[in-house]
């Protein structure tokens, strides 16, 4: 049930990109470049194709945790609905924060940043290796509390849905209530970005407040700049899926011993076990001294 519903929206995700395509040409926005639109959709198809396994997958796991839950809710009870929303946008946030902080989840989810320009195309530029990697253990304390697991999969696949509108530069701001508890294009350009500022910020689903309550929040001031501090320069879309998973084996080789191995493994993007390359908590922190020196 859950897979099924992002399946039937994908025609509509598809109407949805040729209508903002068409908008930027007819108004030269300059919002698409043809070959890395085409990329995002070549690489929403090969999630779409590994989702079929993956998802499989996960349901089995989540189905064998949900043996051994503590308590049943029960699905026809409202009240259940909304516990299992909130439930299901707590973890996909922690799920999203871990995966900018540890590199080995970092690995799959880079291949979403990867375009350097912002439309709703982008929001198609997803994994082809995520649940394999074991993303999904950030929502196994929910079938575990009682929440079966088809619940636990729509809701899921819900989020995606909702976050496929907030991919865009057409619409500025929403109202301010809205702004304030919900995710919209305005919160998540600044995810997308790659101002030092905005590095590692907003990383809700579908409701801000995570951010908000975590420390996690910044809102969009200065134009944000898309893509990585260090981009791919390719269009292939086999390319982008497994660019990181290369240079992340790559650094594990390199890093001469066990410990720094595991570090290049768990440890954020950008970290080194000899300085050559940078976090972003590093790189805020050394333009926070620079910045001192300057005013000195």
């Known amino acids: 049930m859950g897979p099924a519903v992002l399946f039937y929206a994908i025609p509509a995700f598809v109407l949805l990109v040729i209508a903002e395509w068409y908008y930027s040409y007819k108004e030269q926005k300059a919002l698409y470049e043809t070959k890395d639109a085409f990329s ?154 790659t101002n030092l500022q905005y590095l590692d910020r907003n990383h809700a689903g579908i409701l801000i407040i995570w951010d908000r309550m975590f420390g996690t929040f910044q809102p969009e001031e200065e134009r944000p700049v898309y893509g990585l501090t260090k981009n791919v320069n390719t269009f292939n879309p086999v390319r982008i899926a497994f660019h990181e998973w290369v240079n992340l084996v790559r650094d594990v080789k390199r890093g001469k011993s066990l410990s720094n191995g595991a570090k290049y493994l768990w440890n954020p993007p950008g970290w080194s076990h000899d300085g050559s390359t940078k976090t972003a908590h590093e790189m805020r922190k050394e333009n926070k001294i620079i910045a001192s020196v300057e005013r000195e």
Do not use: C
């Open 40 to 193: 995002s959709m070549a690489l929403g198809i090969g999630n779409v194709i590994s989702g079929f396994g993956s998802k499989v997958l996960v349901f089995g796991v989540f189905f064998l945790v949900y043996k051994f839950r503590v308590y049943t809710l029960d699905a026809s009870l409202w009240w259940v609905w909304v516990l299992a929303f909130f439930g299901d946008d707590f973890s996909y946030y922690w799920f999203h924060r871990s995966s900018h902080h540890i590199r080995f989840f970092w690995a799959s989810h880079v291949v979403h940043h990867t375009s350097e320009r912002y439309n709703l195309a982008a929001a198609l530029r997803q994994t082809w290796t995520g649940n394999f990697t074991g993303s999904f253990v950030f929502w196994l304390w929910m079938p575990f509390v009682g929440f079966h697991p088809l619940m636990v999969m729509l809701l899921q696949q819900v989020s995606l849905i909702y976050q496929f509108w907030i991919h865009t530069e057409t619409i500025k701001k929403m109202p301010a209530p809205f702004e304030f508890i919900f995710n919209t294009p305005s919160h998540h350009r600044v995810h997308h970005a």
